[in-house]
């Protein structure tokens, strides 16, 4: 299915008309050394693989490394910028499944996010929405990190999809 990007929100109560359309890409984040010092530092994680470009420098892709968890955090902003739903009042992180670090992110990759609704479902607490996420480097071929993404609308309870 071709990417897209939506023209304006969607109403809550129609949701499930995403399901199986891959949306995107996001606007690029950069993954700068700036930016895996910062994300080193915040996490304590200080491998060198990530904070010493000397070092760095003689290993295959000649350059520091993004953390694969600095990838992966980027997955909330791509649901935020490409799934914009009104009608809930607020949109949690609930969960991750099938998290996998494909390809490693070079210093100064310019990261792009994807999403593709895969399922929506009423659950006691509200509506559940599992996102399958990709996040892909430019001039790498393949993706970055995929996860399969569970977001929480508190609250709203939508009518059960009819069955065939």
């Known amino acids: ?25 996001t606007r690029p984040t950069v993954l700068d050394q ?5 994300f080193a530092e915040a996490t304590d994680d200080y491998q060198w693989i990530h904070t010493d470009p000397a070092r760095a420098a003689e290993t295959e892709t000649g350059s520091t490394i993004a953390h694969g968890f600095l990838i992966l955090a980027l997955a909330a902003t791509v649901n935020q910028e ?13 969960g991750l499944n099938k998290v996998r670090f494909i390809s490693p992110a ?20 509200g509506t559940q929405l599992v996102f399958d996420i990709e996040i892909r480097g430019d001039q790498i071929e393949k993706p970055l990190c995929v996860a399969e993404f569970i977001s929480l609308a508190p609250g709203i309870h939508l009518e059960q999809e009819p069955t065939a």
Do not use: C, W
């Open 106 to 125: 070079p210093a100064g990759t310019r990261a792009r996010g994807f999403t593709t609704l895969k399922s929506v479902k009423s659950v006691p607490s």
């Open 82 to 94: 490409l799934v914009l739903i009104e009608g809930t009042s607020s949109r949690v992180n609930y």
């Open 34 to 38: 700036e930016r895996i010092n910062l």
């Open 1 to 25: 299915m071709a990417e897209q990007l939506l023209d304006s929100a969607i109403h809550i109560t129609e949701i499930r008309s995403l399901i199986g359309h891959k949306l995107g890409p």
